[in-house]
C-alpha cells in the first residue's frame, strides 16, 4: 500500500490567484467572515468606520472599501483553518524547491495561533478611516476635482478636519459614479472610477497608529473578546506596526534586513524565530493574499514580498534554517508518535498483535512498519489476520492525521 503523510494529502497545485478566487466562491466562508466583522462593527464604533474608509485599485483591487479587504483576510484565514487552502499546494509556493519545510510551517503558524490572527485582520487597519489621504496627478478629473498630490510629510501633519472634507468628497463622487452604473459589480465600478478619476487612496501612518491610546484600547477590547494573553497582545501591537515593513524590505531578497526584526524581537524580549515566522503569517493574510492588484486585464495576488522574505531569511543564517527543520521533524515525529499510539501502532499495542518480545528484532520490526506508513511504502507481511488488523489500525490513524477527509 502507499501512502503519502506529509502534513496532508497533496493535491494539484494551483496558481495564489486562482486559490484566491475560488476561496471568495466559498458562499459558507464568506457568510461567516461577514457576520464576524459586522459583529465586531456593531460592537466596535472604530471597526465600523474603518470597514467604510475607500481604497483604490492600484494596491487594493480587491474592492473599493477597507471592508473588501478585511472580508478577503478573514476569508482566507478561515480557509486554512478548515483546511480548505493549503500553502504547499499553491504552484508559487511549491516551486520554491527545499523551501517545503518554511511553507508547510507557516501553515501551521496560522493555524496554532488562530485567535491571534483573527485579531489581527479586524485590527490592523483600524485607523484607515483617519488617516486617509488622497492623490492625483496632474490633468487627472481627481485633480481637478482638488485631490492633489501632496507630500508624505504633509500627509502625516493633515488635521481631522482636512481629513474628513476630502473623505466626505471622495465619498460623494464615487456614490454618484456608482448610481449612475447600477449594472456594475462593485469591484467593476472601483476600476472604472479610478480610470476616469485616477484618484490614489492611502493611509498615513496607520501601522504606527496601533500605538496611540485609542487604538490600543481597542486592540484590547477585541483581544479580550477572543481571550487572548496579555502577552500576545503586546506582540499583536508590535505585529501590526510593523506589518508594513516587509513591503518595502522585501522588495527583493534582502538578507541584511533580517537583522532588522531580529533586533525588535530583542527590543520587546520576543524570540527572534517565533517573531518571523508570525510576521510572515500576517504578511500572508494582510498582503500576499488580501490585497489584489489588477494586471492584463485580470486582477491577482503577488506572493513575491513573502517569497524573498523566506530567501532572504535563509541567507542571512543557513545554519539556523537546518535547526529550525531538526526542531520541526522533532515535533513532527511527538505528533505522529501520539497517533501512533492511539491507533494501537506504537511499541506496546504492535508487540501484543505481533506476540513478540522486547528487544532489536523487535525494534527493527517496529521501526519498519512505523517508517513504511510515514513514508507511503509497502507495509512488510506477516499472517493474514494480522495484516487485516495491522490495514484497520493503519486506517484508524489516517482518520487521526486527516480528520477532514482528505
Same mark, same amino acid.
Given at each position: 500500500?502507499?501512502?503519502?503523510?506529509?502534513?496532508?494529502?497533496?493535491?494539484?497545485?494551483?496558481?495564489?490567484?486562482?486559490?484566491?478566487?475560488?476561496?471568495?466562491?466559498?458562499?459558507?466562508?464568506?457568510?461567516?467572515?461577514?457576520?464576524?466583522?459586522?459583529?465586531?462593527?456593531?460592537?466596535?464604533?472604530?471597526?465600523?468606520? @474603518? &470597514?467604510?474608509?475607500?481604497?483604490?485599485?492600484?494596491?487594493? !483591487?480587491?474592492?473599493?472599501? +477597507?471592508?473588501?479587504? $478585511? *472580508?478577503?483576510?478573514?476569508?482566507?484565514?478561515?480557509?486554512?483553518?478548515?483546511?480548505?487552502?493549503?500553502?504547499?499546494?499553491?504552484?508559487?509556493?511549491?516551486?520554491?524547491?527545499?523551501?517545503?519545510?518554511?511553507?508547510?510551517?507557516?501553515?501551521?503558524?496560522?493555524?496554532?495561533?488562530?485567535?491571534?490572527?483573527?485579531?489581527?485582520?479586524?485590527?490592523?487597519?483600524?485607523?484607515?478611516?483617519?488617516?486617509?489621504?488622497?492623490?492625483?496627478?496632474?490633468?487627472?478629473?481627481?485633480?481637478?476635482?482638488?485631490?492633489?498630490?501632496?507630500?508624505?510629510?504633509?500627509?502625516?501633519?493633515?488635521?481631522?478636519?482636512?481629513?474628513?472634507?476630502?473623505?466626505?468628497?471622495?465619498?460623494?463622487?464615487?456614490?454618484?459614479?456608482?448610481?449612475?452604473?447600477?449594472?456594475?459589480?462593485?469591484?467593476?465600478?472601483?476600476?472604472?472610477?479610478?480610470?476616469?478619476? @485616477? &484618484?490614489?487612496?492611502?493611509?498615513?501612518?496607520?501601522?504606527? !497608529?496601533?500605538?496611540?491610546? +485609542?487604538?490600543?484600547? $481597542? *486592540?484590547?477590547?477585541?483581544?479580550?473578546?477572543?481571550?487572548?494573553?496579555?502577552?500576545?497582545?503586546?506582540?499583536?501591537?508590535?505585529?501590526?506596526?510593523?506589518?508594513?515593513?516587509?513591503?518595502?524590505?522585501?522588495?527583493?531578497?534582502?538578507?541584511?534586513?533580517?537583522?532588522?526584526?531580529?533586533?525588535?524581537?530583542?527590543?520587546?524580549?520576543?524570540?527572534?524565530?517565533?517573531?518571523?515566522?508570525?510576521?510572515?503569517?500576517?504578511?500572508?493574510?494582510?498582503?500576499?493574499?488580501?490585497?489584489?492588484?489588477?494586471?492584463?486585464?485580470?486582477?491577482?495576488?503577488?506572493?513575491?514580498?513573502?517569497?524573498?522574505?523566506?530567501?532572504?531569511?535563509?541567507?542571512?543564517?543557513?545554519?539556523?534554517?537546518?535547526?529550525?527543520?531538526?526542531?520541526?521533524?522533532?515535533?513532527?515525529?511527538?505528533?505522529?508518535?501520539?497517533?501512533?499510539?492511539?491507533?494501537?501502532?506504537?511499541?506496546?499495542?504492535?508487540?501484543?498483535?505481533?506476540?513478540?518480545?522486547?528487544?532489536?528484532?523487535?525494534?527493527?520490526? $517496529?521501526?519498519?512498519?512505523?517508517?513504511?506508513?510515514?513514508?507511503?511504502?509497502?507495509?512488510?507481511?506477516?499472517?493474514?489476520?494480522?495484516?487485516?488488523?495491522?490495514?484497520?489500525?493503519?486506517?484508524?490513524?489516517?482518520?487521526?492525521?486527516?480528520?477532514?477527509?482528505?
Amino acid at each position: 500500500m502507499w501512502r503519502n503523510t506529509t502534513a496532508h494529502e497533496r493535491k494539484d497545485t494551483e496558481f495564489l490567484a486562482d486559490a484566491v478566487d475560488r476561496v471568495l466562491r466559498d458562499r459558507g466562508s464568506r457568510h461567516l467572515a461577514d457576520r464576524a466583522l459586522h459583529d465586531e462593527a456593531v460592537i466596535e464604533p472604530l471597526v465600523a468606520d @474603518a &470597514i467604510k474608509a475607500p481604497q483604490s485599485p492600484r494596491h487594493h !483591487a480587491e474592492g473599493p472599501f +477597507v471592508e473588501d479587504h $478585511l *472580508l478577503l483576510a478573514s476569508q482566507i484565514l478561515s480557509a486554512v483553518l478548515g483546511e480548505k487552502l493549503h500553502l504547499v499546494d499553491i504552484e508559487e509556493f511549491a516551486a520554491l524547491k527545499g523551501f517545503e519545510g518554511e511553507i508547510e510551517e507557516l501553515e501551521e503558524t496560522l493555524k496554532e495561533n488562530a485567535s491571534l490572527y483573527e485579531t489581527f485582520v479586524l485590527c490592523h487597519d483600524a485607523s484607515k478611516w483617519t488617516t486617509v489621504c488622497f492623490d492625483a496627478p496632474e490633468g487627472s478629473g481627481g485633480r481637478a476635482a482638488g485631490f492633489v498630490a501632496d507630500a508624505w510629510a504633509h500627509r502625516h501633519d493633515m488635521g481631522i478636519s482636512e481629513r474628513a472634507k476630502f473623505r466626505a468628497r471622495y465619498a460623494a463622487m464615487y456614490e454618484t459614479f456608482r448610481l449612475e452604473r447600477p449594472e456594475l459589480s462593485p469591484a467593476e465600478t472601483q476600476r472604472q472610477f479610478y480610470a476616469t478619476h @485616477a &484618484i490614489d487612496v492611502h493611509y498615513a501612518g496607520h501601522d504606527r !497608529a496601533i500605538h496611540s491610546p +485609542v487604538y490600543r484600547a $481597542l *486592540l484590547d477590547r477585541v483581544s479580550s473578546r477572543r481571550r487572548l494573553q496579555p502577552r500576545d497582545v503586546d506582540l499583536l501591537e508590535t505585529l501590526i506596526a510593523h506589518h508594513l515593513d516587509p513591503i518595502a524590505d522585501f522588495a527583493l531578497p534582502n538578507p541584511a534586513a533580517i537583522l532588522r526584526y531580529h533586533a525588535i524581537a530583542a527590543k520587546h524580549g520576543y524570540d527572534a524565530d517565533d517573531f518571523v515566522d508570525l510576521l510572515q503569517g500576517c504578511l500572508f493574510l494582510d498582503t500576499v493574499c488580501g490585497s489584489r492588484h489588477r494586471a492584463d486585464g485580470r486582477v491577482r495576488n503577488d506572493p513575491s514580498i513573502l517569497i524573498n522574505f523566506l530567501r532572504s531569511e535563509h541567507d542571512f543564517a543557513p545554519w539556523r534554517r537546518a535547526e529550525k527543520e531538526r526542531v520541526r521533524e522533532e515535533k513532527k515525529k511527538r505528533a505522529r508518535n501520539v497517533l501512533f499510539r492511539e491507533a494501537g501502532l506504537d511499541g506496546l499495542g504492535l508487540m501484543d498483535l505481533l506476540r513478540m518480545e522486547p528487544g532489536p528484532k523487535f525494534g527493527k520490526v $517496529l521501526a519498519t512498519i512505523q517508517a513504511a506508513i510515514v513514508d507511503g511504502t509497502e507495509i512488510p507481511k506477516f499472517a493474514k489476520a494480522i495484516d487485516v488488523e495491522i490495514e484497520k489500525r493503519i486506517d484508524a490513524y489516517f482518520k487521526l492525521a486527516f480528520p477532514s477527509g482528505e
